[in-house]
């Protein structure tokens, strides 16, 4: 390990140079790049930050197949917290593999896109991977990630999803199932709650905007031919428990939606038609026809209340205490 926590004031200030590769001596006069970053915001997730960072530690110090490079930077980006998240994430510098470097920034409350500004202020390595903090994702998947995104065959990256959907409603189930054969939602940077940017992607913006869909944002900066979803271990994407945590949860993206499109109408667009002609070819039997069905409507429910006001970080807290409600 390199470094443990901090709170990222030792550094300097400023967005990082897009493209700049940082380099280490080593012994021997051989010079290595780092594979790359890792960003975490996260807003009191004491109940899940140490499987998400457990997992994202586990293998990180791993180069991928033929590559000479040190491992990457994490900086778990603490959001205004009330409870042990800071902590917890602080203990977890114990587990960091060798040559791994780990921060933890114990910031005041300024939203997700504040935090993952702050990290960013204090990173220089590219590219970059954006982590929930309520995603599981194994450190052999970021690995992977990050090396398609260094190889320059993609300027976007993720690996692929698992929907964990067991301990979910009935309905809940239904919308996830259908949801999981959709060729736009299988192929898109976004939604996954995890995504990764090559040094020529970061370099097409400034600062992330004030939008709560900093990963929408983020999947229009590059071309659908820009996008790998890489062969790695998928991630676990924990989805609500039941169907007014997952309207309230569409709601939030359809509301995000609209906010990277204020930001700049040239990266954001509706994916309506798609997802309409991707349903009519998903309901190919009774059972799917009813999933798709179920997923129609909850989609309408979730436009219909994105048109309310929202207020601070939006989540859903069913997939982390564990809530669940009939149906």
Known sequence: MDAAGD??????AGRPAPGRVVTVAVPGGVVRPRAGSIVVPAWNEETVIERTLGSLLDGLDRAGPGEHVRPPVVV?????????????ARALAARVP????????????????GAIRAAESVLDELPRIYLDADTTMSGP????????LRSGRAHGARPPIRYAI???????????????????????????????LSDVAR??????????GDDLFAARVVADDEVSIVDADPVEVHVPRNARALV?????????????????????????????????????????????????????LG????????????RDDTARSGEQETP
């Open 7 to 12: 709170d990222g004031r030792s550094r300097r």
């Open 76 to 88: 778990v980006a603490a959001n205004g917290c009330t409870d042990r998240t800071v902590e917890i």
């Open 98 to 113: 060798d040559g791994v470097e780990y921060r933890v920034l114990d910031l005041p409350a300024i939203g997700k896109a």
């Open 141 to 148: 998947a970021a690995i992977a990630v990050l090396s398609e």
């Open 166 to 196: 067991d301990d979910a409603s009935r309905l809940v189930r239904a919308f996830y199932r259908i949801r999981a054969e959709l060729p736009g939602v299988a192929g898109d940077l976004c939604g996954a709650g995890v995504y990764g």
């Open 203 to 212: 370099g097409r913006f400034g600062e992330f905007p004030e939008v709560s």
């Open 248 to 300: 309230k949860t569409l709601a939030r993206i359809y509301r995000g939606n609209r906010q990277v499109s204020e930001v700049d109408d040239q990266v954001a667009g509706s994916t309506a038609r798609r997802t309409v002609r991707d349903l009519r070819g998903a309901a190919s039997t009774p059972r799917r026809a009813a999933d798709a069905t179920v997923y129609a409507v909850v989609v309408v």
């Open 303 to 314: 436009r219909l209340a994105s048109m309310r006001p929202a207020t601070g970080w939006e």
